[in-house]
């Protein structure tokens, strides 16, 4: 930590953390950083604090999921609790040097932040019996917040209820979480304000920045208009903007999770250069399964090789929406936000927008002129697709995207060059490379495998039954996919994305077969020992990874459902703009069978409510048939008779049910009524031409449980506004639904022939090349053979063999910077004073609550002297030190006493909510009261002996 501190003052003055030996003067004086505004200025800047939005998205997510972010959410409140108190109840002398035995008090302030957690439920609120309630994913993190909880804190806690508040697009539960800050959730009403995850990063961008940072904050009107200001920032005072620039908004999905200490190293990155808009972090997939372990080899290269060459070559192009820090001046910037906040109106935009929000979002950014950077030593988990569906329209949904705003940034980079100093031609050209070997992936793979088939079967198999083989499939699934439903053209995909990793077998075993026959050195041969050692070499860059390198053959084998029939289920489904993941997940609550029970009851009473004139005729019938004695013949006539009666119960029921707008019957799993009931939702949306507001009741849902507040005049017409301008929902237009499908197929049926035609073009001139190889390949002497190498192919190997060496050369220098990175935020020395150890110490004194702890450490804390509290507000480092282990004394004997076996008890005051700094404060006063208490008793036993 102490490096840290002396990393971020040489910083200031210099742009590299480096320098050339042989010429170090020179060197220095190149690397100075250019100074501008006065001491005051700087110091005004520093004492503005560093605050943090973080902003999760939710929608269908599971327990797991939501217990994931719940616990992240947890340790960040107690990091932040821990910073708070070190920094304002911690007495620490000011006259120490920075490498002294003392804590520095910089050392404290640069890393302290404060932080608001804000999550946005979409489509969260349902229908029932003419009330709108949050639905049961909202119910299921309401019932996971203590759970998770006190998988963090380790003890049994308790938190308020939170505060109800009905607003104009749907509701908000306001959270206090342990350590004092705000846990915000949003649940959005999708017939209120506009739905999907775009639209909720517009929600709380405007909410955060707009109005919380800029609206709210501003005293005095503005002395012009935004509108007419040549920049947004020159109408806003300093101080705004100052505060806009040491503020981020971390873009999270539902289930991730990280540390901390992750967030700082984020924050370490943006406040570096005032140019960076966003920062990503290294993203590692979670689950089972080989689905999971082939992202888990794709997403280790991709962050090894690919991001790291993007960050040191030029920017990242795109900061994952489910782990980045966004800085809050650079997405207010101009035709950033208000730009992101447009509708589609072309069919591209569909797949540009939306599909892929995060990747619209930094092209933007990049366009503008920011900087958008990877830090490595960030680290977070997110769940990803265990199933081959799921990855499969997961990714439908990502290229598309990915494709549009790459070639939106290479169109646009006469402007984006000369807007982002970042960026240059030769940054472009690298990119145009990447773009179009992306485009001739499904063809480079065709003609691999056909090589290998040829290569392997040359005795047995023609070369048209290869062709036959390879292209043939291939054909019919392009066929399928244009032709048939999503889920017959998944089940294909399926099938032969297993048929083709036994090809690609053939296809290792083919290219060890051209090695022994044509010599070790041909241009395969060393491209496939570069590929190889340069991934090893990659791994051992990593040692924390290396173990995701295992997954290599599985993605080799792979190659063609990734390459070949991902690529082409995207291409023919381009027309399809749905999401794809989480929509048929069910939410599972613990008192789900309880309130089964419930609704079957309810179910039960409403049979008494059909006519007793028709219920008391079928029971009679019932009756009257004698089955005891009766033949086979006779109980035909008698079970048809009970079938129809029992056909009639139903048909009754269900119109009742209809008529009353009540639910049917509760299957055991409650998925088919979850799927009855949004269905019939929807089917009254489609059919109303307007919404009867008065008909439902939308806000008696914030009196069941907790307080109820209303939000403040200005904040309410600022929703208001905002939905109208931004977040209108979209009425149904079945004219206008029919024009955006058919220009989408159209658009889908332009790219598609495009996209067929250039790779059917390459593999018709490599398979003629191939024909004549004799007259046109070249042919070099070698010892015992001639190799024979093809133009064209040695063309491409070359060129990819180029990509790869930079891409590896990006990946060692930006090794290097992650490397200065960590140990800048590493404590090398322990010391007394150490920022990090006494953060540390503070948090584990914080977490012992006296309500919740053992009753051997209260009764021995209680049990000492009666003198006064002492004030806490002012705690030396050493009392902090002999606190912590005085309390981690007693708690390690009282466990050797009792044994392990034995449970911590629930907490006494079941109904007192959790509060870090009131326990942190109470232990200190406990602790303080026992020494004295000690000291005292030491005297008076010293004095008697005297």
């Not at 017959?488 to 022994?516: C, E, H, K, P, R």
């Not at 930006?814 to 150490?834: C, D, E, F, K, P």
Request: include cysteine.
């Amino acid at each position: 930590m102490l490096l840290h501190v002396f990393f971020l003052v040489i910083i200031r003055l210099f742009v590299l953390p480096h320098y050339c030996s042989p010429i170090a003067d020179i060197s220095l004086l190149h690397s100075r950083r250019i100074v501008s505004g006065t001491t005051e200025s700087k110091k005004y800047e520093e004492s503005i604090p560093t605050k943090v939005y973080i902003c999760a998205t939710m929608w269908h997510e599971n327990r797991t999921e939501m217990k994931q972010i719940m616990k992240t959410l947890f340790r960040l409140d107690m990091d932040q609790a821990a910073r708070e108190i070190a920094k304002y109840e911690v007495k620490v002398p000011t006259n120490r040097s920075l490498f002294g035995s003392k804590l520095d008090k910089d050392a404290i302030n640069r890393d302290y932040y404060r932080f608001e957690a804000h999550i946005l439920f979409d489509d969260s609120m349902e229908t029932i019996e003419g009330k709108r309630e949050p639905n049961e994913f909202v119910k299921q993190l309401m019932e996971i917040i203590t759970e998770a909880g006190t998988d963090v804190y380790k003890i049994p806690i308790n938190m308020l209820p939170p505060d109800k508040v009905v607003t104009p697009y749907g509701g908000r539960l306001n959270y206090t979480l342990p350590g004092e800050n705000k846990l915000v959730v949003h649940l959005k009403d999708k017939d209120k304000i506009r739905h999907k995850k775009r639209w909720s990063q517009i929600m709380y961008m405007y909410y955060l920045l707009g109005y919380k940072l800029v609206e709210k904050e501003i005293s005095s009107p503005l002395d012009e208009d935004f509108e007419s200001a040549s920049s947004l920032f020159n109408a806003l005072p300093k101080d705004i903007v100052q505060q806009a620039e040491n503020t981020y908004v971390m873009a999270l999905d539902g289930d991730v999770d990280f540390s901390p200490e992750a967030l700082q190293l984020l924050i370490d990155r943006m406040k570096k250069n005032p140019k960076v808009g966003a920062t990503c972090g290294r993203i590692k997939p979670g689950g089972s399964g080989p689905v999971v372990w082939y992202q888990k080899f794709e997403y280790a290269i991709g962050h090894w090789l690919q991001k790291s060459a993007e960050h040191v070559f030029g920017c990242v192009l795109c900061s994952p929406g489910c782990f980045s820090l966004f800085r809050a001046k650079a997405l207010m910037d101009d035709n950033i936000m208000r730009t992101y906040a447009s509708m589609p109106t072309e069919p591209k935009h569909y797949l540009q927008y939306d599909q892929g929000e995060d990747r619209w979002l930094c092209t933007l950014m990049l366009q503008q002129g920011y900087r958008i950077e990877y830090c490595a030593a960030a680290e977070a988990v997110t769940f990803a697709p265990e199933e081959f569906r799921e990855f499969f329209n997961q990714r439908r949904r990502w290229m598309p995207s990915t494709m549009a705003n790459i070639l939106d940034l290479l169109i646009s980079y006469k402007r984006t060059t000369r807007n982002n100093t970042n960026i240059s031609y030769l940054y472009i050209f690298y990119q145009w490379i990447l773009f179009l070997s992306s485009i001739l992936g499904p063809s480079l793979v065709l003609l691999a495998m056909r090589s290998a088939i040829s290569s392997v079967f040359k005795d047995s198999v023609s070369p048209w039954v290869a062709y036959l083989v390879i292209y043939g499939p291939t054909l019919v699934f392009i066929f399928i996919c244009l032709k048939c439903k999503t889920q017959t053209q998944l089940t294909v995909a399926m099938a032969l994305s297993a048929i083709y990793a036994m090809f690609m077998m053939a296809v290792l075993v083919g290219t060890v077969v051209n090695i022994a026959e044509e010599g070790i050195f041909t241009p395969t041969a060393v491209f496939m020992y570069v590929l190889i050692g340069i991934f090893l070499i990659a791994g051992l860059f990593h040692p924390h990874e290396l173990t995701d390198l295992f997954w290599g053959l599985l993605y080799f084998v792979c190659i063609p459902a990734g390459y070949l029939f991902l690529i082409v289920y995207a291409i023919c489904n381009l027309n399809n703009v749905s999401w794809g993941t989480r929509e048929t997940q069910t939410a599972v609550l613990e008192q789900q069978f309880e309130g089964k029970q419930r609704r079957k009851k309810k179910t039960e009473e409403e049979f008494g409510v059909v006519s007793e004139d028709i219920l008391d005729d079928i029971l009679k019938q019932i009756k009257t048939t004698k089955v005891k004695d009766a033949s086979y013949t006779d109980l035909i006539p008698s079970y048809f008779q009970w079938h129809n009666n029992l056909v009639l119960l139903r048909s009754l029921e269900s119109v009742q049910n209809i008529v009353k707008n009540t639910e049917s019957t509760v299957p055991d799993d409650g998925s088919d009524l979850r799927q009855t009931r949004r269905k019939r939702v929807s089917l009254a949306q489609t059919i109303k031409d307007k919404p009867d507001s008065e008909s439902v009741d939308d806000t008696s849902w914030a009196e069941d449980h907790g307080q109820t507040k209303e939000l403040q005049d200005d904040e309410n017409l600022f929703w208001k506004d905002l939905i109208l301008n931004y977040l209108k929902p979209i009425d149904s237009d079945k004219k206008r639904e029919k024009e955006i499908a058919r220009s989408l197929k159209e658009y889908r049926d332009k790219v598609a022939f495009a996209f067929f035609f250039v790779n059917a073009l390459w593999v018709v001139v490599m398979s003629a090349m191939n024909e004549v190889k004799g007259q046109l390949n070249i042919h070099i002497p070698a010892i015992g053979s001639n190799t024979v190498i093809e133009p064209l192919g040695l063309l491409f190997l070359s060129i990819f063999a180029i990509l790869l060496f930079m891409q590896f050369i990006g990946m060692v220098r930006h090794r290097y910077g992650t490397l200065l990175h960590v140990l800048s935020a590493t404590t090398l020395r322990q010391t007394q004073g150490n920022p990090e150890s006494i953060i540390n110490r503070i948090k584990d004194i914080s977490s012992i609550s006296p309500a919740s702890e053992p009753e051997f450490v209260t009764t021995k804390l209680n049990h000492v002297g009666e003198s006064g509290a002492s004030d806490t507000s002012t705690v030396d480092m050493e009392e902090i030190d002999q606190i912590y282990e005085n309390i981690y004394d007693l708690r390690s004997k009282k466990r050797n006493e009792l044994g392990k076996s034995v449970k911590r008890p629930t907490p006494h005051h079941s109904n007192m909510p959790f509060d870090l700094k009131k326990t942190f404060r109470t232990n200190v006063k406990t602790m303080k009261r026992q020494h004295k208490g000690n000291k005292r008793y030491k005297q008076k036993t010293t004095e008697n002996k005297v």
